[in-house]
């Protein structure tokens, strides 16, 4: 079975500018989620997903990131405008049941 | 409300050594448990999980129980591995709807030949 795919796998990119992250599942897995993990510490959910619908979007700092799940698939995370403290990696996980949490590689994102 | 609280790292160890690294939950209800791994520069792998009380999940010569008593999820393993050298996450699910899921900071491992 493929894993959850992620790119770009490293991103640099200057404070105020905009990034996105692409993430495709694990065929067959309805929810998706995003999390955040800043070097050091655990990774934080930013959202989740179940199919096109939002679960739980409450860590995510709306005035700043976004996500969608067009289709029930794949899905996109931007920040806009970037700023220094977004500076960590961004994880796509996928699931069927909820314990069977798959991640892919992550993007490293740094903001400078 | 949920928590997880692991055993500060980084730990050194020297191969074949055994290991332990501690962690403790706080949940409402009856959480499942999980350990995550996580090699450098790549996303988390699931080592290992327990879905309720005396549960012992066990992966790759890692082992956990699930003790509801002391609300622990220690992880060990009898004698390590240059190779097992990465960042282990204890974390915990709710068990509500959204299932969401709570880690802790993560403990560095490092073992020397």
């Known amino acids: 079975e493929a894993g959850v795919a992620q790119s770009p796998r490293y991103k640099i990119i200057e404070k105020r500018q905009s990034v996105a992250f692409w993430c495709n599942p694990i065929s067959g897995h309805a929810t998706l989620y995003w999390y955040q993990q800043i070097l050091g510490q655990g990774p934080k959910l930013l959202i989740q997903?179940?199919?096109?619908?939002?679960?739980?979007d409450s860590q995510l700092p709306k005035d700043r990131f976004s996500a969608e799940r067009l289709k029930g698939v794949d899905s996109t995370l931007k920040i806009q405008p970037a700023k220094l403290e977004d500076s960590a990696m961004y994880l796509c996980?996928?699931?069927?049941?909820?314990?069977?949490?798959?991640f892919g590689q992550g993007t490293r994102l740094t903001v400078v | 409300g949920n928590s997880v609280t692991q055993m500060e790292g980084p730990v050194t160890l020297s191969e074949e050594a055994f290991l332990t690294i501690n962690c403790t939950y706080t949940a409402t209800g009856y959480p499942s448990l999980f350990w995550y791994v996580q090699y450098p520069g790549e996303g988390l792998q699931l080592l290992l999980k327990?879905?309720?009380?005396?549960d012992k999940g066990s992966n790759k010569g890692f082992e956990a129980t699930y003790r509801k008593e002391t609300t622990s999820f220690h992880l060990e393993k009898g004698s390590v591995q240059v190779s097992d050298s990465a960042v282990y996450f204890c974390?915990?699910?709710?068990?509500?709807?959204?299932?969401?899921?709570?880690f802790g900071t993560g403990t560095r491992l490092t073992v020397i030949p």
């Open positions: 327990a879905t309720k009380a005396d």
């Open positions: 996980a996928s699931s069927r049941t909820g314990d069977d949490r798959r």
């Open positions: 974390a915990l699910s709710d068990q509500t709807g959204a299932n969401n899921l709570f």
């Open positions: 997903f179940q199919n096109n619908g939002v679960v739980d």
